[in-house]
């Protein structure tokens, strides 16, 4: 009798256990984002005239992953993936889609292409990912960018590879602010990388 009793109470005691661990807590809802819409001053007259490709940017490991990136102060070279926290796409994708925007609202490039047609284009601007990451200390968030870009027309270099990096406090300490810090960043090099632009292509 009692062998019965424990084949069938042995599986009603595990489902139930199951249940309530399952039951105990709800897993975190998962967040997607995408960058800010970049808002340049416009130029006077366009900075290259011929028609320009932006192939998508290289990078290494993780950051080709959709997970935003996060350290501590104390442990700087410790990158940490967050586990409910995504790009709406990879950053790589996402860079170069902004700055492509970028580059069109500010009337710098007559024609942009940033798809499967960019070998078509006359000159090409080649992009590097080198660092796009959240510092998390107790008293504030601040982002870390760093990206090379070299400018190449044909077989000739008009831009050779250079880095810009910036860093950028957030307003607060959300996710929210975050990503609108990566979007201050980021138009603040391309600033850097249109004025470089300007002075290779007249």
Same mark, same amino acid.
């Given at each position: 009798?009692?062998? =019965?009793? +424990?084949?069938?109470?042995?599986?009603?005691?595990?489902?139930?256990?199951?249940?309530?661990?399952?039951?105990?807590?709800?897993?975190?809802? !998962?967040?997607?984002?995408?960058?800010? $819409?970049?808002?340049?001053?416009?130029?006077?007259?366009?900075? =290259?005239?011929?028609?320009?490709? =932006?192939?998508?940017?290289?990078?290494?490991?993780?950051?080709? #992953?959709? *997970?935003?990136? %996060?350290?501590? &102060?104390?442990? &700087?070279?410790?990158?940490?993936?967050?586990?409910?926290?995504?790009?709406?796409?990879?950053?790589?994708?996402? =860079?170069?889609?902004?700055?492509?925007?970028?580059?069109?609202? *500010?009337?710098?490039?007559?024609?942009?292409?940033?798809?499967?047609?960019?070998?078509? *284009? #006359? !000159?090409?601007?080649?992009?590097?990912?080198?660092?796009?990451?959240?510092?998390?200390?107790?008293?504030?968030?601040?982002?870390?960018?760093?990206? $090379?870009?070299?400018?190449?027309?044909? %077989? !000739?270099?008009?831009? &050779?590879?250079?880095?810009?990096?910036? +860093?950028?406090?957030?307003?607060?300490?959300?996710? %929210?602010?975050?990503?609108? *810090?990566?979007?201050?960043?980021?138009?603040?090099?391309?600033?850097?990388?249109?004025?470089?632009?300007?002075?290779?292509?007249?």
């Amino acid at each position: 009798m009692n062998s =019965i009793l +424990r084949t069938i109470l042995l599986p009603l005691t595990l489902g139930a256990l199951l249940t309530g661990c399952v039951g105990s807590g709800a897993l975190p809802e !998962q967040r997607f984002y995408r960058l800010p $819409e970049p808002r340049p001053t416009p130029v006077a007259n366009p900075v =290259i005239t011929r028609s320009l490709g =932006i192939p998508r940017l290289r990078a290494n490991g993780l950051y080709h #992953e959709r *997970a935003l990136l %996060h350290f501590v &102060p104390e442990q &700087p070279l410790d990158l940490r993936p967050y586990h409910y926290h995504h790009w709406s796409d990879s950053p790589t994708l996402l =860079i170069r889609d902004h700055l492509a925007s970028y580059l069109g609202a *500010a009337g710098a490039v007559r024609e942009i292409s940033r798809f499967q047609d960019e070998g078509r *284009a #006359e !000159q090409k601007l080649y992009g590097r990912l080198i660092r796009f990451e959240r510092e998390v200390t107790t008293t504030r968030i601040v982002v870390h960018i760093a990206l $090379e870009f070299s400018l190449d027309a044909g %077989h !000739q270099v008009l831009l &050779p590879a250079k880095r810009y990096e910036v +860093r950028q406090e957030a307003a607060d300490r959300t996710v %929210h602010s975050t990503v609108q *810090a990566f979007g201050t960043a980021l138009e603040a090099i391309y600033g850097e990388l249109l004025a470089d632009l300007r002075t290779v292509t007249r």
